[in-house]
């Protein structure tokens, strides 16, 4: 009887180093692999990877990122929401007490406007001046102090980005703040309360960007003597002063005026020679159809604003109410003699659209350096039709026109009769421009989306 052969069993594969790859396994990668993976990870769920292996057991603690959101936890107040509450104090209040790692890079708390105890993120704020944090993120409802329990002033000495939402921070809790933090690049404070004057000032300070967004009881911000390459202002028309930054490019004004104001150009004029990129945004524009002058010439707060020799980017920002003139936007440009890129968006409220005849502006001024127009928010409106068509006949050195007509905030006004959508908007836009391109301007490519 013939002897029955024994299948010989596959051959295992190795690995790079003559390791068996089946043998290999998730615990088996290098620790920075690892420790990138888990830095994927919400914290709590990388702290429970200490169960995994033994290997692991203090594997997270290499994380340099520690995010704690409590978002999804604190939005009702029930019995549920003070037992989850407690639970978040108490794991966030675990990782602390673990954590050995000497650097935290990021540190992030996340608590909406819920309140807790301040004791307790005195606590967490102590944390993250020891372990030399350097971009610090808080979004709760918590009174930023000048001295911690330990009666130690507020010092970070390695912090290059702060962000703070619902923090109620004082003017001079700020300044010292910023004082005895030497390295802070960016600053973004958004809907605090206490601040009515906020003043920095010195070469001493890093500060590269500054925002302030909607701070109700702010009055005043006077920035002056540093090297600020950018600034950005949302809220209520305020006092800004912005005096000795050589190095200021990009600022961006939101303060709801009713139209485009001198004072707004006014308050950047001071750095006309560094400026490069320039957002505004007003409620509406000044001029309705019906006041506008057929004789068209420019109006005074326009025509006398102060030249920006050097800005290349403008974007205008306003709300689309009736069918409101916008060729006295069309003027600006006269101020801003080397302008490269010109963004319009229209923030539709109750758009209405008018028969009328299409007014073409007489103008000996040439936009010479536009190469990129954007219309946003385009509603196929007379007036949206006019500034569209003013550009494509001045722009000598235009290259490319993008028309979004899609709604640029979502406050869709429904029971508008006037209300038709974005696809009707697209299909007027193709019917208007495409006509005047090609015959004003035929090597421009014109783009809708």
Not at 407 to 421: E, P, S
Request: with cysteine.
């Amino acid at each position: 009887m013939r002897s029955q052969r024994r299948r010989a069993a596959p051959k295992k594969e190795l690995g790079c180093d003559g390791s068996n790859s089946d043998d290999l396994s998730i615990t088996d990668m290098p620790y920075e692999i690892l420790i990138f993976i888990l830095s994927l990870l919400p914290v709590k769920d990388a702290v429970v990877t200490s169960s995994v292996t033994k290997k692991w057991r203090f594997l997270w603690h290499g994380l340099t990122h520690l995010n704690f959101d409590a978002m999804k936890i604190f939005f009702d107040n029930t019995s549920l929401y003070r037992l989850e509450r407690s639970k978040f104090i108490e794991q966030v209040n675990s990782v602390i007490r673990n954590y050995n790692h000497p650097v935290v890079h990021r540190f992030r708390i996340n608590l909406g406007i819920s309140d807790l105890n301040r004791r307790v993120i005195d606590e967490w704020l102590q944390f993250a001046v020891n372990k030399k944090v350097e971009i610090l993120e808080l979004d709760l409802n918590y009174d930023f102090p000048l001295i911690l329990p330990n009666s130690r002033y507020v010092e970070f000495v390695s912090l290059k980005k702060l962000y703070l939402n619902n923090v109620k921070l004082r003017a001079a809790v700020l300044e010292d703040l910023l004082t005895r933090s030497p390295q802070i690049e960016s600053i973004s404070i958004h809907d605090s309360t206490y601040m009515t004057h906020i003043r920095v000032a010195g070469r001493h300070l890093n500060i590269k960007h500054f925002e302030i967004v909607h701070c109700r009881d702010l009055q005043s911000i006077y920035l002056s003597d540093f090297d600020l390459v950018s600034f950005i202002y949302k809220g209520r028309p305020i006092d800004i002063c912005l005096t000795n930054l050589p190095k200021l490019k990009e600022v961006n004004l939101s303060q709801a005026l009713p139209g485009l104001d001198n004072k707004v150009f006014n308050q950047v004029s001071s750095c006309a020679s560094s400026l490069q990129a320039l957002c505004i945004t007003f409620r509406r524009p000044e001029v309705s159809t019906e006041k506008f002058n057929a004789n068209y010439k420019l109006l005074p707060n326009i025509g006398s604003m102060p030249q920006l020799p050097n800005l290349k980017k403008l974007m205008l920002t306003t709300g689309a109410y009736e069918d409101d003139c916008l060729l006295e936007f069309a003027s600006v440009a006269k101020a801003f003699p080397v302008l490269e890129t010109f963004i319009f968006k229209l923030l539709w409220c109750s758009p209405t659209k008018r028969r009328r005849k299409v007014r073409h502006v007489a103008n000996d001024h040439c936009l010479e350096n536009l190469k990129l127009f954007k219309i946003l928010g385009y509603y196929g409106r007379i007036s949206d039709l006019e500034l569209a068509a003013y550009v494509i006949e001045h722009a000598v050195a235009l290259q490319k026109i993008v028309i979004d007509p899609g709604c640029q905030h979502g406050l869709i006004m429904n029971n508008n009769k006037d209300w038709f959508g974005a696809d009707a908007a697209r299909s007027s836009a193709k019917r208007q421009l495409k006509r005047i391109v090609q015959m004003k301007s035929p090597g421009v490519k014109l783009v809708i989306l």
